[in-house]
């Protein structure tokens, strides 16, 4: 079966322009979450959605940050007004369930994010 | 809290000659373990995960794993390093706290494999 997709795969953008990543989880999967992983960095948690739970926004850097999930599935993260320091690969997992404890994530291939 | 710590940001070994790398957890609870890997330009792949069963816990492409409560380590451990090994660890401690999941992620470390 396909695995989790992320589009666009590579995106240049001028400071201070809004972008939008997207993320395909695994059909059914019903944890979806967001990293953000800079050059030489770990990742760093951004967003977890959780079926129809109210979704973990604890590790948004700042409100120029944003995500959606629409009828539980295709998930969007939105950067407004994007700072060079918003340049690194945003990365999208999905799980089966109850994420992490027990079941392991499924990363997508990442969205390589250039502000210039 | 939870934490994990990645001991070695860059571990260099020989083609053939053992692989360790270390990691240590702090967790209120029984945690579950996991290493991922990422090769460059590649997505994260799952090689192995430990979630209360037994404690030495076997991976893909050779890796393993202990479960060490006493010395709160998970190391990561492969006999015999191939080129192919070369690439990105990732160490995840994962805690249920409350109704929520709190997934937290070492740094990495980057292991170099030497011909």
């Known amino acids: 079966g396909a695995g989790v997709s992320q589009s666009p795969s590579n995106k240049v953008t001028e400071k201070g322009k809004d972008v939008e990543l997207r993320c395909d989880p695994i059909s059914g999967h019903t944890a979806l979450y967001w990293y953000r992983q800079s050059l030489g960095q770990g990742l760093e948690f951004l967003i977890y959605?959780?079926?129809?739970?109210?979704?973990?926004k604890s590790g948004l850097p700042s409100d120029r940050f944003s995500a959606e999930r629409t009828g539980g599935s295709v998930s969007t993260l939105t950067i407004q007004r994007t700072q060079q320091e918003d340049s690194a690969v945003y990365l999208c997992a999905s799980s089966p369930g109850l994420a992490g404890t027990f079941y392991e994530q499924y990363f997508g291939p990442g969205t390589r994010l250039t502000v210039t | 809290a939870q934490s994990v710590t990645q001991l070695d940001s860059h571990v260099s070994v020989s083609e053939g000659t053992p692989v360790l790398l270390r990691c240590n957890y702090s967790?209120?609870?029984?945690?579950?373990l996991f290493w991922y890997v990422q090769h460059p330009n590649k997505g994260l792949q799952l090689l192995l995960k430990?979630?209360?069963?037994?404690?030495l816990v076997k991976g893909i492409n050779g890796f393993e794993a202990e479960f060490k409560k006493s010395e709160t380590s998970f190391h990561l451990t492969k006999p015999s390093a191939h080129m192919s090994d070369a690439a990105e660890y990732f160490c995840?401690?994962?805690?249920?706290?409350?109704?929520?999941?709190?997934?937290?992620f070492g740094k990495g470390t980057r292991l170099h494999i030497l011909p």
């Open positions: 967790s209120s609870y029984s945690p579950s």
């Open positions: 995840v401690v994962s805690d249920k706290l409350g109704r929520d999941d709190k997934i937290i």
């Open positions: 959605f959780q079926g129809n739970s109210a979704p973990d």
């Open positions: 430990y979630t209360s069963a037994a404690t």
